[in-house]
């Protein structure tokens, strides 16, 4: 789900329920104003608290989608609220496990997505090598 593919090699992540454009919006960010539920499972912390949306958090939920595909479709941090969550993230600084059909190389890739500070996330230009390369 929410993944679209044009070429073997050109792959799309998606939601269309939450898409916006951020070319025109200030530091290409996007700052939701609407207050309908989101899906924090797949989300980075600062959409979360803020609910502030980037190509950085695209990052993040890719790789919590990557995380999904090797874990064979679990949910990420099931039953825990936007709260527990975002406590697990922060405070305990938690991360998703290494799914079993997930290699270490890979699973780094993964971790790195999931850096707290946004500027600390790989591009997707990087990511695109990165796994080329694994």
Not at 66 to 94: M, V
């Amino acid at each position: 789900r929410n993944i679209l593919l044009s070429t073997p090699d050109h792959v799309k992540i998606c939601d269309f329920g939450m898409a916006r454009s951020v070319q025109n919006q200030e530091h290409g960010q996007y700052k939701m104003k609407e207050t309908h539920k989101i899906p924090c499972a797949c989300y980075a912390p600062e959409s979360i608290r803020h609910k502030l949306f980037s190509s950085k958090s695209d990052v993040w939920s890719f790789g919590v989608t990557l995380w999904e595909c090797f874990s064979l479709c679990e949910q990420p941090w099931p039953y825990l609220t936007a709260a527990d969550i975002l406590n697990k993230l922060e405070t305990e600084s938690k991360r998703l496990s290494q799914p079993y059909l997930c290699s270490r190389s890979f699973y780094r890739v993964l971790m790195s997505c999931w850096e707290h500070k946004p500027e600390d996330r790989p591009t997707f230009s990087y990511l695109k090598v990165a796994v080329k390369g694994i």
